[in-house]
């Protein structure tokens, strides 16, 4: 802390004292305005604005006698300011290497795992030929087994149909038998009822007939007892 103390400046707008604190020269610091702002709080605003720039003015070179134009927009620091600007900065520019290290180690890897990926994606696209390779194949072979599938249809449909075809002839063969048998049947019943007829016919001839020969044999049983009776008178009117 005792690096950012407060120091005393004079206001260049209102000539009054001011101080200008560590607080602020540490945020000036912090920001990287390493020059001693030229008002006070006051001229500057209760908010705080931007210090303003020192008028540009020139200043003599202990080295090589130059001027050397200052003040034009440029800060101008001390030797201690300076030193602690330049730390700041090497600090900075370390920090930035090392970010720059670390960003080339992401990009590295980065650039590995892209590689990585388009080996995959290589070896993926070569999987995929050779699928869709496999996969025409595929259909070529789906594409004959429906055309034999279809031709097997056709065969099949063509069995039923001719096994149908035998069916009916069968059917037709045996209704053709059935009906042979019917008629073989039904003559043999008319034969079986004419000779039922035929045979009722003579039995009632056969039994006519014998109606009349009982008549006749009954008619010559009473000729026969009369003829007797007859004898009989005639023997005892002879007596």
């Known amino acids: 802390m005792a690096k950012w103390g407060d120091k005393a400046l004079v206001c260049k707008k209102c000539g009054k004292d001011y101080v200008f604190t560590s607080a602020e020269r540490q945020e000036y610091g912090e920001k990287g305005w390493f020059y001693e702002p030229s008002r006070c709080p006051d001229c500057r605003g209760k908010n705080g604005s931007a210090p303003e720039i020192a008028p540009p003015h020139k200043i003599v070179c202990a080295s090589c006698q130059a001027e050397v134009s200052v003040g034009n927009g440029q800060p101008v620091y001390c030797k201690s300011c300076l030193q602690f600007t330049t730390n700041q900065h090497e600090a900075t520019a370390r920090r930035l290497e090392e970010q720059a290290?670390?960003?080339?180690?992401?990009?590295?890897?980065?650039?590995?795992?892209?590689?990585?990926?388009?080996?995959?994606?290589?070896?993926?696209?070569?999987?995929?030929?050779?699928?869709?390779?496999?996969?025409?194949?595929?259909?070529?072979?789906?594409?004959?087994?429906?055309?034999?599938?279809?031709?097997?249809?056709?065969?099949?449909r063509r069995l039923e149909l001719r096994i149908e075809n035998l069916e009916l002839r069968e059917r037709l063969a045996t209704l053709q038998e059935t009906k042979a048998f019917a008629d073989r049947f039904e003559h043999m019943l008319?034969?079986?009822?004419?000779?039922?007829?035929?045979?009722?016919?003579?039995?009632?001839?056969?039994?006519?007939?014998?109606?009349?020969?009982?008549?006749?044999?009954?008619?010559?049983?009473?000729?026969?007892v009369l003829f007797s009776r007859q004898r009989t008178l005639r023997q005892a009117s002879d007596s």
């Open 101 to 156: 290290r670390d960003l080339e180690s992401q990009l590295r890897i980065a650039q590995s795992e892209l590689a990585e990926k388009n080996r995959a994606i290589t070896a993926s696209e070569a999987l995929n030929k050779k699928h869709a390779v496999h996969v025409q194949a595929l259909e070529k072979e789906l594409h004959l087994a429906q055309e034999t599938n279809q031709a097997h249809q056709e065969t099949i």
């Open 190 to 224: 008319r034969r079986i009822e004419l000779d039922t007829q035929k045979g009722q016919q003579r039995s009632i001839e056969r039994m006519n007939a014998i109606e009349q020969q009982m008549d006749q044999l009954k008619n010559r049983s009473l000729l026969d």
